[in-house]
């Protein structure tokens, strides 16, 4: 019997029981999970160079801006609101994950002039990501000489060895362990007792917030440096299938992605997006640029809408109909 998404209970979504998919060749894995925030972009004072409509409509997105900061944070201290949120930046694209309300109340502390408890809340949000990755993937790497010092413990303070560690079972992003270092820095001045940290309160909160957040745009986001995603498919990320089985793809990426081929669409209902697919694209194997190529120059009258399904479900079902 040939096996299709149909068949599943949770089609795109049935992680565990796509391996033996009759299309699996034609199909990778699209995460579509995220978290981020843009206000600080909006806050830019317009450039006298603009177009004037483009301009016009710029001002018109600070003022709400502004005024969303108001409701939030009071309109006393707007003027220090303003200048935390531009200083502080975006918050990069993230996968939903343990860190992302965390490190919105960190950067929701420093906005509102709280900087020691933005700082702090920086710092051992670094180190429980740290403890995450070592405590959800260790599993996967028994045979590392590094197992039997990790495998009995519930948490870990040495940042350096918890670096060095997930850097040689390949979990680390290029650059990561690096980002990881500067911050332990700030967090060892920070918490441990040094006076000069009063002097310093707010440079150390922004420099451990903006650290943190380069951390997690690298290690957890979509559009950086990762290794696992496949290269040329602008505006939209699919995994490499050579990294389907890596540990942290395997533990983090693949269970907020859904399992779709080169016309897959997207529908917003019930308060999230939802992946649409075909049902069937038949037998082959499509190569990660071969997928590229073909989500690249796919036709758009191809791609599968809630429209297309509504048809669909009206007619006699046939093989390589659409499927939500």
């Given at each position: 019997?040939?096996?299709?998404?149909?068949?599943?209970?949770?089609?795109?979504?049935?992680?565990?029981?796509?391996?033996?998919?009759?299309?699996?060749?034609?199909?990778?894995?699209?995460?579509?999970?995220?978290?981020?925030?843009?206000?600080?972009?909006?806050?830019?004072?317009?450039?006298?160079?603009?177009d004037?409509?483009?301009?016009?409509?710029?001002?018109?997105?600070?003022?709400?801006?502004?005024?969303?900061?108001?409701?939030?944070?009071?309109?006393?201290?707007?003027?220090?609101?303003?200048?935390n949120?531009?200083?502080?930046?975006?918050?990069?694209?993230?996968?939903?994950a343990?860190?992302?309300?965390?490190?919105?109340?960190?950067?929701?502390?420093?906005?509102?002039?709280?900087?020691?408890?933005?700082?702090?809340?920086?710092?051992?949000?670094?180190?429980?990501?740290?403890?995450?990755?070592?405590?959800?993937?260790?599993?996967?790497?028994?045979?590392?000489?590094?197992?039997?010092?990790?495998?009995?413990?519930?948490?870990?303070?040495?940042?350096?060895?918890?670096?060095?560690?997930?850097?040689?079972?390949?979990?680390l992003?290029?650059?990561?362990?690096?980002?990881?270092?500067?911050?332990?820095?700030?967090?060892?001045?920070?918490?441990?007792?040094?006076?000069?940290?009063?002097?310093?309160?707010?440079?150390d909160?922004?420099?451990?917030?903006?650290?943190?957040?380069?951390?997690?745009?690298?290690?957890?986001?979509?559009?950086?440096?990762?290794?696992?995603?496949?290269?040329?498919?602008?505006?939209?990320?699919?995994?490499?299938?050579?990294y389907e089985?890596?540990?942290?793809?395997r533990t983090?990426?693949?269970?907020?992605?859904?399992?779709?081929?080169?016309?897959?669409?997207?529908?917003?209902?019930?308060g999230?997006?939802?992946?649409?697919?075909?049902?069937?694209?038949g037998?082959?194997?499509?190569?990660?640029?071969?997928?590229?190529?073909?989500h690249?120059?796919?036709?758009?009258?191809?791609?599968?809408?809630r429209?297309m399904?509504?048809?669909?479900?009206?007619?006699?079902?046939?093989?390589?109909?659409?499927?939500?």
């Open positions: 019997m040939r096996k299709t998404i149909a068949d599943l209970t949770r089609g795109v979504y049935d992680h565990d029981a796509h391996a033996d998919l009759a299309d699996r060749g034609f199909r990778r894995y699209h995460p579509f999970s995220f978290d981020f925030d843009s206000t600080p972009l909006s806050l830019a004072e317009a450039e006298d160079h603009w004037e409509q483009v301009k016009q409509n710029h001002q018109e997105n600070r003022a709400q801006a502004i005024k969303r900061l108001e409701q939030q944070y009071g309109s006393v201290h707007i003027d220090s609101v303003i200048k949120v531009t200083d502080l930046g975006p918050k990069s694209m993230s996968l939903l343990y860190h992302n309300q965390f490190h919105e109340q960190a950067r929701r502390s420093f906005v509102a002039g709280l900087y020691y408890p933005a700082l702090v809340a920086a710092c051992a949000l670094g180190e429980r990501i740290l403890n995450h990755l070592v405590l959800d993937l260790r599993d996967s790497f028994k045979s590392s000489v590094h197992y039997r010092k990790v495998y009995r413990k519930d948490s870990f303070d040495n940042w350096t060895f918890v670096i060095t560690v997930l850097t040689d079972w390949d979990v992003v290029d650059g990561v362990g690096a980002e990881f270092l500067v911050l332990g820095e700030l967090r060892n001045r920070s918490i441990h007792f040094d006076p000069d940290t009063y002097h310093s309160l707010r440079e909160a922004l420099a451990a917030l903006q650290g943190l957040n380069a951390i997690i745009a690298k290690q957890f986001g979509y559009f950086g440096s990762q290794p696992w995603y496949i290269e040329n498919t602008a505006g939209a990320q699919f995994v490499k299938r050579a089985t890596a540990p942290f793809v983090y990426v693949i269970p907020r992605s859904g399992f779709v081929g080169p016309l897959y669409g997207m529908d917003f209902s019930q999230g997006w939802q992946h649409l697919d075909y049902a069937d694209y037998d082959g194997q499509l190569t990660d640029e071969e997928f590229a190529t073909r690249r120059e796919r036709d758009p009258e191809k791609v599968v809408s429209a399904i509504e048809r669909a479900q009206q007619e006699p079902r046939r093989d390589g109909g659409v499927y939500k």
